[in-house]
């Protein structure tokens, strides 16, 4: 039977220009197999538009050649369909998960799909292909921020931004199995909903969007004025007024988005001496005055960019441990993936135009 040569894939152009940003959907080839190589037929892909600085990608992407767009989503899961011939740890037909590495130029919102060996584990019977599609791409980022950057030890109290999140609802379970205190933030009602039905017993639920809700203020009374050990942010404001923004943005509900981002000094001001402060921000600044207090608290800023993982050949070893112990989590119910919907393939195209409008949970999408 002669090799599927061509995919059927969805790609956000990132260059710049008119169209940047622009969901194009077209047909791409797929790279040669190779020895190493596996062909996978995608089951399920976690959507999301990339939260990753553009330029940053831009960068990597450049170093290679490749056109500057990229995939929907590169948290896949599916069955494998060939393999190389060096390829050992898997064979035709197993179930497998893993995440696509940008520089590969593929997406995972696709129908057919080629990794190499090393990218991908196998996918535990008990776990669904949406829910480790929906998950394994969140759960690495959380593993990354609290194992890694964070250095989380039993007993620590943590500090979770958007809590009600997909990445943030797996932080929330992961840490609390590690046995973490934890406090965590909602910005709707929906959000305080979700978090309230976790099986897990949380601190204190922040409301963000209440007027008189101060973020240091109510950490402080939580942790009698110690702080946090550790802070995992999702986005945070530059600058604490930025009158002109109101201009830049045509949607009342990113407007409201960016209303409820802490600032900088919120955050630093949750620390405890010693504190860890994870961000996802890659052109985070801090001026001196933020620098000062970091340095009075003996904290650190660690940066999390879980494609570090992939992009990296010397990690590989070390990454496949953390993909199969995550699976193994998902499959006794230590960590439960938080999906809002699925969709086909078809429906994909326009979902992912309103993806930033989910809060809670993950989309997946389902061929």
């Given at each position: ?20 940003g622009?969901v194009?959907?077209?047909e ?24 990753f ?73 008990g ?29 620590d ?11 943030g609802?797996?932080?929330?379970q ?40 101060t ?20 986005g ?12 830049m ?10 209303n409820?981002?802490p600032?900088?000094?919120?955050i ?15 052109n ?7 620098s ?6 003996c ?52 979902v ?14 389902t061929?």
């Amino acid at each position: 039977m002669l090799r599927r040569r061509t995919a059927k894939s969805i790609f956000v152009d990132i260059g710049k220009g008119n169209h940047s940003g622009q969901v194009i959907s077209q047909e791409i080839d797929l790279p040669d197999l190779g020895k190493n190589g596996v062909l996978i037929q995608v089951k399920a892909c976690g959507l999301a538009i990339s939260c990753f600085d553009s330029t940053a990608l831009c960068q990597i992407l450049s170093k290679v050649n490749k056109k500057h767009q990229v995939g929907t989503g590169h948290d896949v899961a599916g069955i494998v369909v060939a393999t190389g011939e060096e390829v050992t740890t898997l064979n035709k037909g197993d179930h497998v998960v893993g995440i696509i590495p940008f520089d590969y130029e593929q997406s995972g919102c696709a129908d057919f799909i080629v990794l190499q060996e090393f990218d991908v584990v196998v996918k535990p019977n008990g776990v669904s292909f949406v829910d480790a599609a929906g998950c394994i791409g969140d759960a690495v980022k959380a593993y990354t921020a609290l194992h890694y950057l964070g250095r989380l030890r039993s007993g620590d109290t943590v500090l979770v931004l958007d809590g009600a999140s997909s990445f943030g609802s797996i932080c929330i379970q992961l840490a609390h199995h590690w046995g973490a205190k934890i406090i965590t933030t909602s910005s709707s009602e929906d959000e305080k909903r979700y978090l309230q039905s976790l099986e897990v017993e949380l601190a204190q639920i922040i409301e963000m969007n209440q007027k008189n809700a101060t973020l240091k203020s109510v950490v402080m009374l939580e942790t009698g004025n110690l702080g946090v050990d550790i802070v995992i942010d999702q986005g945070v404001t530059q600058y604490p007024q930025m009158p002109s923004l109101s201009n830049m943005y045509d949607d009342n509900r990113t407007q409201n988005m960016f209303n409820i981002l802490p600032t900088k000094h919120d955050i630093i001001s949750c620390l405890s001496v010693g504190g860890r402060w994870v961000t996802s921000k890659a052109n985070l600044q801090l001026d001196p005055p933020n620098s000062r207090l970091m340095y009075l608290r003996c904290a650190s800023l660690g940066f999390l960019f879980e494609q570090a993982w992939m992009l990296s050949s010397a990690q590989q070893g070390k990454y496949q441990h953390i993909l199969m112990d995550i699976m193994e989590k998902v499959n006794t119910k230590t960590i439960r993936p938080n999906i809002h919907h699925t969709v086909s393939f078809d429906g994909a195209l326009e979902v992912i135009k309103s993806l930033e409008e989910v809060r809670v949970g993950k989309v997946v999408m389902t061929v």
